[in-house]
């Protein structure tokens, strides 16, 4: 944290670039700081000369009369290293660059960026940028950006200035505000990690807000340092993201505005939640997210209940609850003997209640019924929907029961444990009682769909904390202690031999090394050995050919089933070698393989590959099908602990099958999840590794069985 302190609570500014020229950037952020009365020493640097808001110039920042604890840099680019060389000099702690035409533009601006890097290095100064529009701390009341922004309860870390607008536009309607803003730009220096870990110690902040394109990785750790730096953050404060680049065309427009690396989609999601950050789809379902978390308490369960003033808004709040992980059960008999006392007879109070025309004649039963279900230890959070905030419409009289009745709901809410939203179709139009409810702790919302999702990230905080804090622990697989001297002599005689590919018996040597149950095989290189092997082996065996240079073995013919003879064994073997110089004529060709015929299961998938952005990963999904048509898969980056890996499994929608679907008999989805955790492990440990894939791996009662192994080294 101690890095970034000069750079969000600085004792004095320095803006270098500042101007009288209102249509320069160095004029806004000069007004921004005189005009939010930053709490230390603000001196401007221009070669205007004269004063500037009241406060006297210098021509550069060694004229400076007192030290300068962060430089705002809004200059062009050629003149960049010169100031950086001066700011060293001066011993300036922390620097903002907002100037353009850096890494984003090419192979020039990138070496520059370097050159930067090396200088402020050079004098232990922090650089945030450039290509970026400042930042904000309402620790100092310090705004050194061009936008208007306000104090408050989130923080908000961002790579795009447009969306900074965006945000604070929208944010500021919601009477939301910083304790911290930062927007980072080319994150040449300071990477989103920085600004998470120093956001971890600042209490102001109720939750943090991201808006991601990628992030700029030197080497796979900085990916890793993320996951580490949100993973501690999100366990004390919320952290809420977008993540965009999705599509090719997205990625490829955000490494032309940042030059970030957007990373494979499916990895990088997987990151974000192994990180403990709620992953969400627009500026407006963040600011949902940030205004859940200013306001309301977590939920400590999934259990709500749905007060309506009409059937049809009821309804498709119970429909949302399923789709945003929420419960919306039936209430307890005593709830509903309660209600019953309250509401007329026709009025369903099941769940959701539903108030059916009462309000009319008695605006209380809101109040009351709210009561009843606040008071229920069965219900974790409540959500109201309907037309509250349209009775005022119908008569004077009306605008202030409505209003009374707000103040008391208001009132009951902040004294209960638990959380409670509201919807209404009138919030867009602002009625007084609605911005009485939303200034006083209750998120407002115009959509149902909007309220149900919030409360499912309110309910959900809770798990992910628990999940958070299972995964930081150490329960983990046995494993031999030599596995990775054994495995890394199996590597390194490939590697020897100028092979990327491991053939598949030397793929199972190294599962072996880490303790994995892998049957016996044996190398056959002539008919006659097969029918040796056969009567060591005997039963039904499968039969493999093997060969550095034949990956996919099915489609070269090179795979024999259900050998149950010497003769047979003799002849499978001279029809996958012919077979397999049929399909690649200068194929190496070791021999062929013999093991077993395993038994049959639910056939799964165990894999990793390398992400250029957090390193070696892990995946687990159903095969078959599952695999190659639905893409039903689950990832971590690697390493993952066994908690990690039961979650993987519980991700994936094929579940039922290893559940035991149709009457079949439950698989062993601990022995699946111990071989995950392995696999993950040893990717982690055997960093030459490049890619796994365990194909088929057969799901049992009591165990599993892996069929088909291959393991790719980096070229």
């Known amino acids: 944290m101690s890095d970034l302190l000069p750079l969000f609570q600085p004792k004095s500014v320095a803006l270098i670039g500042a101007s009288s020229n209102s249509k320069k950037y160095g004029y806004w952020t000069a007004k921004s700081l005189v005009e939010n009365k930053f709490e230390g020493d603000i001196y401007f640097v221009s070669r205007s000369g004269g004063e500037l808001f009241g406060l006297p110039t210098y021509p550069d920042i060694l004229e400076v009369p007192g030290e300068v604890d962060l430089a705002i840099i809004a200059i062009a680019p050629k003149f960049i290293l010169s100031v950086m060389e001066q700011c060293v000099e001066k011993g300036v702690k922390s620097a903002i660059v907002v100037s353009t035409g850096f890494g984003e533009t090419g192979p020039e601006g990138k070496e ?209 609850a399923e789709k945003f992980n929420l419960e919306a059960p039936v209430l307890s008999d005593a709830t509903q003997a309660k209600l019953q006392e309250i509401l007329m007879p026709h009025c369903p109070i099941k769940n959701p209640v539903d108030l059916a025309g009462t309000p009319e004649a008695d605006m209380w039963v809101f109040d009351r019924c709210l009561d009843v279900l606040l008071d229920d230890p069965d219900v974790d959070g409540v959500i109201i929907v309907g037309l509250y905030g349209g009775y005022a419409d119908l008569s004077e009289e009306f605008r202030v029961l409505e209003m009374d009745v707000a103040k008391s709901m208001v009132k009951k809410i902040s004294e209960a444990n638990k959380p409670v939203v509201m919807q209404s179709i009138y919030q867009p139009q602002h009625p007084e009682c609605l911005e009485y409810i939303s200034e006083n702790g209750v998120p407002v919302f115009g959509a149902v769909d909007a309220a149900v999702r919030t409360m499912g990230v309110l309910a959900g905080y809770s798990d992910l904390k628990k999940s958070l804090q299972e995964e930081a622990g150490e329960e983990l697989p046995v494993m031999p202690s030599d596995r990775k001297e054994k495995a890394e002599a199996v590597l390194n005689a490939v590697k020897a031999s100028g092979r990327t590919n491991l053939v598949e018996t030397e793929a199972r040597s190294v599962l072996r090394c880490y303790g994995l149950d892998i049957m016996e095989d044996y190398l056959a290189t002539n008919a006659d050995e097969a029918a040796d092997f056969y009567k060591k082996i005997g039963g039904k065996v499968v039969m493999k050919i093997v060969s550095p240079d034949i990956l996919h073995k099915t489609d070269a013919g090179g795979v024999a089933l259900n050998i149950d003879s010497e003769d047979k064994a003799r002849d499978a073997f001279e029809q996958l070698m012919k077979n397999g110089r049929r399909y690649k004529s200068d194929a190496d060709i070791f021999g062929v393989m013999m093991t077993a015929m395993l038994p049959g299961g639910v056939e799964c998938i165990i894999g990793s590959s390398h992400d250029n952005t957090f390193g070696p990963t892990v995946m687990f999904g159903l095969g078959g099908i599952f695999v190659e048509i639905l893409k039903d898969v689950a990832f971590r980056v690697a390493p993952v602990n066994m908690p990690s890996c039961r979650s993987m499994i519980r991700e994936i929608k094929g579940l039922g099958m290893l559940q035991g679907a149709r009457g079949s008999k439950p698989c062993d989805l601990e022995a699946l999840a111990e071989t995950v955790c392995i696999i993950s492990q040893m990717v982690n440990e055997l960093r030459d590794i490049a890619e796994v894939d365990l194909n088929p791996v057969f799901a049992l009662e009591k165990s599993l069985s892996i069929a088909d192994a291959r393991i790719v080294l980096h070229g």
């Open 112 to 320: 520059l960026e370097r050159k930067m890097l090396e200088i402020a290095r050079k004098g232990n100064m922090r650089v945030q940028g450039p290509n970026c529009m400042g930042t904000y701390s309402a620790a100092k009341s310090m705004n050194a950006s061009i936008i208007d922004l306000a104090p408050g309860p989130m923080s908000l870390v961002l790579q795009s200035g447009n969306f900074g607008i965006d945000i604070n536009f929208n944010a500021k309607s919601r009477n939301l505000g910083y304790s911290c803003w930062a927007t980072i730009g080319n994150q040449m220096d300071l990477r989103f990690h920085d600004f998470v870990e120093y956001v971890e110690t600042d209490d102001e902040t109720k939750v943090l807000l991201l808006y991601m394109e990628g992030l700029r990785v030197e080497s796979e750790e900085d990916g890793r340092k993320f996951i580490e730096a949100a993973k501690r953050t999100a366990a004390k404060t919320p952290i809420a993201a977008i993540k965009i680049g999705r599509s090719a065309a997205g990625a490829r427009a955000a490494a032309s505005h940042t030059g970030s690396l957007a990373g494979s989609e499916k990895i990088f999601d997987a990151a974000l939640k192994q990180a403990g950050i709620i992953r969400v789809d627009s500026p407006g379902q963040l600011l949902d997210v940030a205004e859940a978390f200013s306001k309301c308490k977590p939920a400590n369960g999934k259990r709500i209940a749905v007060l309506t003033d009409g059937g049809g808004h009821g309804v498709m709040a119970t429909d949302f």
